[in-house]
């Protein structure tokens, strides 16, 4: 499976559990720490936890585990390490207070379906 396999299933597990405005950037030729960077967020604290509980299940049933988790116990932002695939996953105002968007605009959006 390459990265815009797992990506996609990343994007669709978040989809499916109602993350919300789910980003996907191409950092590929701007940093060497990742491939891709996913960027959702979710309305409180236990929708953030659930997301990132339901994306861990999901990820586990396609046989991926993350290898570094941050952020769980306070859940305004976890971040979870796929190795080429980091996936970030807000409250409403960190997401607005860090705007990785931003951060990473030199990165190419990617449009998932």
Known sequence: MDNREITEIIY???D????DNI????ISNVSIMADYFVIASAGNIN???ALCDY?????RKAGLHYSHIEG?????WILMDYGDIVVHIFDASSRDFYDLEHVWRDGS???MA
């Not at 994306?55 to 990820?59: F, N, Y």
């Not at 769980?72 to 305004?76: H, R, V």
């Open 55 to 59: 994306l861990e299940d999901d990820m």
């Open 47 to 49: 929708h953030v936890h």
């Open 23 to 26: 980003r996907v950037i191409d």
């Open 109 to 111: 959006m990617i449009e």
């Open 12 to 14: 669709k597990s978040l």
């Open 16 to 19: 499916m559990h109602k993350a």
């Open 72 to 76: 769980y116990d306070a859940a305004n």
